[in-house]
């Protein structure tokens, strides 16, 4: 059984900083690629930050030069966001895909920016 956990989130002022961690439990074998989700009341869930299998990393324009996407070689998944804006809040899922197709998600963890 596999299990994804986001933490790290919470209520920060435009321009500061968090950082998102993503827990795993149990063992993905053949991983495509890994990365980080947002979803804002009334959106469609968007791609933040990917890692490829080849250890490329990608960001969408919107959080291109702010965010960053990184891994501990093993089972935690993280995602440094800086500068933050208004328009990031959202709700940060982090997501694993096999090589066969399946995805793996976590539950979620909320990032509200506001003054």
């Known amino acids: 059984q596999v299990q994804l956990v986001e933490s790290g989130g919470g209520l920060v002022q435009p321009g500061g900083s968090l950082r998102l961690s993503c827990a795993a439990s149990g063992i993905i074998f053949r991983i495509n690629a890994m990365g980080w989700y947002r979803q804002a009341p009334g959106k469609e869930r968007e791609l933040v930050a990917v890692?490829?299998?080849?250890?490329?990393r990608e960001y969408p324009d919107s959080v291109k030069g702010r965010f960053t996407i990184s891994s501990n070689g093993k089972n935690t998944m993280y995602l440094q966001m800086n500068s933050l804006k208004p328009e990031d809040t959202a709700v940060y899922y982090c997501n694993v895909s096999s090589e066969n197709n399946r995805n793996y998600w976590g539950q979620g963890t909320q990032v509200t920016v506001s003054s």
């Open positions: 890692i490829s299998s080849g250890g490329v």
